[in-house]
């Protein structure tokens, strides 16, 4: 268990890039992982969790949640509308918003449920065919979108394509974000975390260099 050398390494990422350590957050992505590894960095005393899936998530932390006070999950996996609503009930955020049928769901259960968690709408900045995101070029149509449906947008989430530099996705994630005056950028995972937080992330999401490597 590294809890305590991944903190170190964004205090210096923050210290290098001149930002405050505190506007960081580091969300320690348990998908997958054993259990025993997790209660380890709950014993350590961090309490911000990433799952990827809505129904693994529920199962671990419902009893996890009567052991340790004070979790905070976010959902940072691809979400089918039929566990939206499950997923509002489990988690403090949610980091995959990406298409149109989605937030017309959320928002209904927003308007039904009376809260709604924290979202993060995932761009596709590196364009893949096969990954879930919302394209640069519709991403300012479908922020507005978003709040035109009262929804709590507070930022965007990439995830680069695993051969190209993830620098580059980074700095056109923060240029969206900026020019639609969003504050949030979910982005840096074990590999690219420090370049993340030099390009103004303000989550990153850590999982095997936290926990290992998953099975
Ligand atoms: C699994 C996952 C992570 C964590 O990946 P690591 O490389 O283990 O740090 C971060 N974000 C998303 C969306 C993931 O699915």
């Given at each position: 268990?590294?809890?305590?050398?991944?903190?170190?390494?964004?205090?210096?990422?923050?210290?290098?890039?001149?930002?405050?350590?505190?506007?960081?957050?580091?969300?320690?992505?348990?998908?997958?992982?054993?259990?025993?590894?997790?209660?380890?960095?709950?014993?350590?005393?961090?309490?911000?969790?990433?799952?990827?899936?809505?129904?693994?998530?529920?199962?671990?932390?419902?009893?996890?949640?009567?052991?340790?006070?004070?979790?905070?999950?976010?959902?940072?996996?691809?979400?089918?509308?039929?566990?939206?609503?499950?997923?509002?009930?489990?988690?403090?955020?949610?980091?995959?918003?990406?298409?149109?049928?989605?937030?017309?769901?959320?928002?209904?259960?927003?308007?039904?449920?009376?809260?709604?968690?924290?979202?993060?709408?995932?761009v596709?900045t590196g364009?893949?065919?096969?990954?879930?995101?919302?394209?640069?070029?519709?991403?300012?149509?479908?922020?507005?979108?978003?709040?035109?449906?009262?929804?709590?947008?507070?930022?965007l989430m990439c995830i680069p394509?695993?051969?190209e530099e993830p620098a580059l996705h980074f700095a056109l994630l923060a240029k969206i974000a900026?020019?639609?005056?969003?504050?949030?950028l979910s982005m840096g995972m074990?590999?690219d975390f420090e370049t993340a937080i030099r390009l103004g992330a303000t989550?990153v999401?850590?999982?095997?260099?936290?926990?290992?490597?998953?099975?």
């Open positions: 268990m590294s809890l305590e050398e991944i903190r170190s390494r964004i205090a210096g990422a923050c210290a290098a890039a001149g930002r405050d350590e505190a506007a960081v957050t580091l969300i320690a992505v348990s998908k997958m992982q054993p259990e025993d590894r997790v209660r380890a960095v709950l014993d350590a005393g961090h309490r911000i969790f990433g799952e990827n899936r809505v129904q693994e998530a529920a199962t671990r932390w419902t009893p996890l949640r009567e052991d340790y006070a004070g979790v905070e999950l976010h959902i940072i996996g691809p979400l089918q509308t039929n566990k939206a609503r499950q997923a509002m009930e489990l988690a403090q955020a949610i980091h995959s918003l990406d298409r149109p049928k989605l937030a017309t769901a959320l928002a209904r259960l927003a308007q039904e449920i009376g809260a709604c968690p924290d979202l993060f709408i995932q596709n364009e893949e065919p096969q990954k879930a995101g919302i394209l640069p070029a519709e991403s300012d149509a479908f922020v507005a979108e978003a709040r035109a449906l009262d929804l709590p947008v507070r930022g394509p695993v051969d900026e020019r639609n005056g969003l504050a949030g074990s590999g989550h999401r850590v999982g095997s260099a936290i926990f290992g490597e998953r099975d």
